[in-house]
Each structure stands twice: as structure tokens, then as C-alpha cells.
């Protein structure tokens, strides 16, 4: 089978690797169909690492994929050959203080697909993957939302931990995928009043496609003074998806004070800083987003019945063969791209 590497920074290549084999009970193999380029996949291909996860080469790629089951363990039951699923690419040991706290994203023992040094990523033909890690899709639904639902399984982690409730006023910073991702999960919540910035006006404008109800451009104008003059009071709670650690101060400021902010985005760097005394004085909450929590299968049934359009999100198809373009398209932010994805299924 084809298998995507990284070689060095800023490299691709593909290679043959041996066709994997089903050996354990409990397991399923998959034809990999489609893999979503992953904001932290770009962080690995562009920085060779994400703070101490550092890439040794050659290595594995992404996360983000949906397949169809070509042949099942002698034990799994909610699955059969011609299956196509969604994966949770995170597989979990079941059994550390973590896991038995309810806490498997944290799991002691974790094995993340295309992590450096954990799980084989997903870019290849076939993987075998525990079964519990693969949700079956309904009918009505394509392949192209299926490997959607991990990041939005992550938005709507990123919302319920920040325990959005009917009529709060909110901010999402970053309108790329993840929070996208949040302002779609959002939307589906109940109603609720979202203000929306980025540095790229074509994000923005997908943003208001998907119910943003006020966008601004960080770059040039004042967002946050926009923001407090249509809400002196201030919001309830705000969503970090962009990375840009200026967002916590701007967070600080919009937020009320009792206000939760979510922190979702990777940082481009080691440290951050942020004044501690409106954090005091606001008794404002701080809360970290470590991928998600059993919610693909909700976001299966939130894409199932509607309550979620992910149409505005994937805007570029690649083949495996190009998957140099996909990851040098999203590293650039070019041509209005939000997701990217790999269709294994196209030649070329
Ligand atoms: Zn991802
Ligand atoms: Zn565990």
C-alpha cells in the first residue's frame, strides 16, 4: 500500500509499506478514503514539532480520516465489511486514573494517530484500527462530512466544557476549521449571539455563511472596541481557536466578569503572557481543550439530522499524490482554503 511520510521539514513523500494485517480480536481493518489536513498537521510539517512532540523522521501523517471496513476482529460486533465510518483517532488504554475518571483525552497511555511516536497516521491505503474508534455513518451521509466530524467533535467538546447555554453572548477568535467547528457546534447548541474575528476576510465571510452574527478583521480594525459597544456588559464566554496568544488579552477585556474562555488554538510558542489582575479582579475561568471527549458520535447525528452544515468547510480536494500542495495550501493559508482534504479514492 502507499503510505505518506514526512522525510524532513517542510518534506513529503510517499512510499510502499506492507499492506497491514488484522491480527487482534477486538480490531477492524479500513480503507482509509478520505484524510483532512489538520492545523497540527501543518504545525509538524512547517516546525517539525508542537512545543516537546518533535517529529523524527521518517514519520507517519494526520489524524483526520473516514474509510470503509474492509474485513472485521472475530470479536466486533457493531461493524461489517462495506461499513464506512468516521474515526476517533485517539485510542485509549481503558484502564489508567484517566480513563476511569472519564478522562480517556488524557489517557496516560494515549496513542494518537500521526502523534510523534504514538500511532501510525492516517495518510495510507489501509490502517487497522480498534473498532471502538470507528463510528459507523448513516446512508444519507458522504464521506466528505464523515472526516469532518473530528474536528467538529472538538468544537463541540470546546462548547460544552465551556458550558454554553441558551441566549449567551459569545466570541470565537479564528475562523478556521476549529473554530468554525465551535461556531457551528454553537449555532446547533441554541440560539446565541456569536462575534467572529480573523486576520483573513475570506474566513470571515464563511464565518457569516455558517451564523456568525458579527464579524470583524483583527488586523485592521478595532475588534474589541467594536465588541464592547454592542456589548458593554459584557460576553459570557469566549473561544480561542486562532492560536494568537494576543486573543487571551482581547478575551480578558470582552469578557464579564464571572466569564469562562475556552482555550482551543495552538500557540506558535513556548510561553504566553496575559495580565493576571483583570483575570482577579473579573474572576474570569480559563479553560483548556484537550481534543474531545465521546462526542463524534453526536456530531454523526447532529451532520444526520441537519442540525449542522458542514458544506462551507471543505473547500479543497486533493489525490494522495498531491499531497504536497494540499499541506503548502494550508501552510499558506491560500485561495480562501478552510479544510483541505485527501480523497484516496481519486487517481493522479
Ligand atoms: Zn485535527
Ligand atoms: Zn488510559
Known sequence: MKVAYFTALRELEIRDAPDPKLDRPYDVLLRIDRVGVCGSDVHYYVNGRIGDQIVEYPATIGHECAGTVIEVGSAVEHLRPEDRVAVDPAMVCGQCDQCTAGRPNTCRKLQFMGCPGEAPGALAEYRVLPAENCFPIPSSMTLDQAVLCEPLSVGLHAVRLGRLASDMRIAVFGAGPIGLSVLLCAKANGPCGVYMTDLLDERLEVARQCGADWTGNARGDDVTAAITRQEPRGLDLAFECSGDPACIDRAQRLLTPGGTLVLVGIPPVEQVSFDPHIMRRKELTFKNVR?????????????????????????????????????????????????????????G
Open 291 to 347: 481534543r474531545q471527549i465521546g462526542c463524534v458520535a453526536p456530531v454523526i447525528q447532529m451532520i444526520g439530522q441537519g442540525q449542522i452544515d458542514t458544506a462551507p468547510l471543505l473547500t479543497h480536494r486533493f489525490s494522495l499524490a498531491q499531497i504536497r500542495e494540499a499541506f503548502e495550501l494550508v501552510a499558506g493559508y491560500r485561495d480562501g482554503v478552510i479544510k483541505a482534504v485527501v480523497d484516496l479514492s481519486s487517481g
